[in-house]
Structures are given as C-alpha cells and as structure tokens.
C-alpha cells in the first residue's frame, strides 16, 4: 500500500512540474502582457480586483491580500490597491438572496469598479456563471479583463483581453498552477513599481 501511494505521490508532482515547466514555455509574453495592463492600470489610479469560487474564491483573496498588504518580505513599498470581490459574508448572502447567486460579482463590481480597472476572473472551468458575468460587465464598463483558466477555457475564454490558460482537465492541478501564475504577475509587477515608483 505505502508503495502504491509513493507511486501515486510521485505522479501528482511531476504531472504539476511538467504543467510549470509548459506554462514556462507557453506563457511567457501573455504573463508580461497581463504585468503590462496592470502597472498601466496602477499608474493611472486604478485598481486590480480578483473574483472566483471555491478554491479560486481563496485564490482571488490571496493575491489581492498580498498586494494590498505584503507580497515579498524584505520589499518595503507603498499599499497597492487590490480587492477580492469575495467581499463580506452579509454583502454575498444579500446580493444572492436579492439578486441571485450568478450575480455575487457583478453586481459589486458595478459599485466599486472603474474604467481602466483591471478584473482577474479564475475559473478552472472557464463556465462558472457568476465569474463569466463579471467578466461580461466588465467589458461593458472599460475595466480591463483577465483569466486565470483552464481546459479549453471555456466561455471566459472570450471574455478575456488576456487569458492565461492551464492545459490541464485536472482541477486541483489547474489550481496550482493559478496561484503560481498570480505569483509571477504580481512579483513581476511589483518589480516594476519598485524600480519606478507610482508619483
């Protein structure tokens, strides 16, 4: 039995390092793309805001937390602005009971977001229907969208200025790979900001 497990242990970590290593060598430039419309967001006042469910919905926390407060010890640098759409448990439970569950995004969204915001949807699926109508309005308001996909995906796939896809089927691989993803755009990003400064 322990043999077995050691088999299967074994497959799980390299199925992850090979997805790495072919995002590594796929991803590159839309990465520096998604590093580019962000530090054009930032410099401008605007903001990224992060929304998912489940295990994307923690992801979506994590990363915007990291920003606002610390990514990297040992980088001293001012609070960015970024928010998870996750929000509260009264703001969730009143926007589902009032509004529907597809609209648990979108509708703060359109309180809080502004043009030239920068909207990171992740959705391992690319279908989930409360992230697909986020993405949707923010298009419709001129916030910048991006996604942190996987499979083929999906509709968010279309809605996405920039799609960063993880070949995978598997979701807690794709998952992974999201927070590794998000990890490399905000380390990237907030190289630029230190090098140069927001006035």
Not at 37 to 43: F, H, N, P, V
Not at 81 to 102: E, I, K, R, V
């Amino acid at each position: 039995m322990a043999r077995d497990e050691a088999v299967r242990f074994r497959a799980i970590m390299e199925r992850g390092a090979l997805l790495r290593q072919r995002i590594a060598a796929e991803l590159a430039f839309p990465v520096l793309a998604v590093v580019g419309a962000c530090e054009t967001s930032l410099r401008g006042g605007g903001k990224l805001l992060f929304c998912g469910n489940g295990g994307s919905a923690a992801d979506a926390q994590h990363l915007a937390t990291e920003f606002l407060i610390r990514l990297r010890s040992g980088h001293e640098r001012p609070s960015y602005a970024a928010l998870a759409l996750t929000l509260d448990p009264a703001a969730l439970t009143a926007c589902g009971n009032d509004y529907g569950f597809d609209r648990i995004f979108e509708r703060p969204l359109r309180g809080l977001g502004r043009a030239g915001d920068v909207l990171f949807g992740i959705t391992t699926s690319g279908r989930s229907p409360n992230v697909l109508a986020a993405l949707k309005a923010a298009r419709e308001m001129g916030i910048v969208t991006v996604g942190l996909l996987g499979g083929d995906g999906g509709e968010a796939a279309g809605l996405c200025a920039h799609a960063l896809l993880v070949p995978d089927s598997e979701t807690a691989r794709i998952q992974e790979c999201h927070i590794t993803l998000g990890h490399a755009v905000l380390e990237l990003l907030e190289d630029r900001l230190l090098a140069r400064p927001i006035s």
